[in-house]
């Protein structure tokens, strides 16, 4: 069963009705309500086609969000093989929220890395919500260094509200880990292509999302701050967390607008929760192209075109 969203609801209720004629029927055999559910399916999904064709970015936000929505270790299972997750960060220890390793993508070795947010409350925990320590952005940095080291790409998952901000994740130099992959990323000889998959935000995305190639997922969203984080510090309160939205400019439409982003990946009809395995699939393929136009250029060509990119960021908007 779909999990609905608040907007969703002229579709749920749709839905609600075509489950209970399939009930009927199947109860009842004399029963023939083929054409009623058959045309009832056809008022469904142009009613989804309907909410989806004009989204605002509070409920582009909410789709990103969906607990259904495919995480990190789906893409992998499906467009990596012989995956070897590589886990610690050599220095203090490990962390779930951040998870890399080496693997082939469509026979191409690669090292990938990314944010695991979990599907159940037990795996969401082990994973922190996908929010990450200092360790999770050292361990990227020691996959990173792999990488150039056997001169393979660099591809990232990104999907997190942003870096863990407790106690013992600032003693231990969030903000200095954060700048230590991002550093690392502007750095790196090899291609590197990232995609956002659900939620980008704030340093804790961008550390490692500082790629040749930043693609994002259509319903997906990227933000230096969560709607609702922004809300309370220009509001003093989350109220207006749907204003905020609105004018951060979050959505992967707006950020391909401002260049800040370099393509859009579109979603199944409904967002990549309501079918995931094509959302992959899709994925798989933009990833693949983004490494082919990568291919062949040398070490320094792509780190002068990575740094050219983000500071030319600034100046388009100054612009």
């Known amino acids: 069963m779909n999990a609905y969203l608040d907007f969703e609801k002229p ?16 109860d009842d ?9 058959q045309r009832l399916e056809a008022k469904s ?23 259904a929505r495919p995480h990190f270790f789906d893409y992998v299972k499906t467009l990596v093989d012989e995956f070897t997750p590589l886990a610690g960060d050599r220095g203090y220890g490990d962390d779930n929220a951040i998870v ?9 070795p690669v090292v990938v890395m990314g944010h695991e947010k979990g599907h ?12 990450a320590m200092p360790e999770g952005y050292r361990k990227a940095v020691r996959l990173m260094g792999l990488a150039e080291q056997f001169g393979l790409p660099v591809v990232s998952l990104v999907d997190t509200a942003g870096a863990f901000p407790g106690v013992g994740a600032e003693e231990r130099g969030q903000a200095e880990a954060i700048a230590r992959s991002t550093e690392k990323c502007l750095s790196l000889s090899v291609p590197m292509v990232s995609v956002i998959i659900g939620e980008g935000g704030s340093g804790g995305a961008v550390a490692i999302a500082t790629a040749n190639t930043v693609l994002m997922l259509e319903h997906s969203v990227y933000s230096v701050i969560s709607p609702e984080a922004c809300s309370s510090i220009l509001w003093r309160s ?6 905020a939205a609105n004018a951060m400019k979050v959505t992967a439409q707006d950020l391909l607008g401002l260049k800040v982003i370099d393509g859009i990946i579109p979603e199944p009809l409904g967002g990549a929760h309501r079918d995931p395995m094509k959302m992959i ?10 490494l082919k136009m990568l291919s062949g250029r040398d070490g320094n060509t792509l780190k002068r075109e990575r740094r050219e990119k983000f500071l030319s960021i600034g100046r388009t908007l100054a612009a």
Request: charged residues 30%; hydrophobic residues 35%; proline residues 4%.
């Open 11 to 26: 579709v749920a209720e749709l839905d609600g009705k075509i489950e209970e004629l399939r009930r009927l029927s199947a």
């Open 45 to 67: 999904a142009q009613a989804l086609r309907d909410i989806y064709a004009r989204l605002t970015p509070w409920q582009k936000t909410q789709v990103a969000r969906h607990p």
């Open 238 to 243: 989350p109220d207006k967390a749907q204003d």
């Open 100 to 108: 890399g390793g080496l693997g082939r993508m469509r026979g191409r």
């Open 120 to 131: 159940d409350t037990k795996s969401r925990l082990k994973h922190n919500f996908g929010m």
């Open 29 to 37: 055999a004399t029963v023939n309500v083929a054409d009623e559910i």
């Open 281 to 290: 699939h899709e994925t798989g393929t933009a990833i693949d192209i983004a």
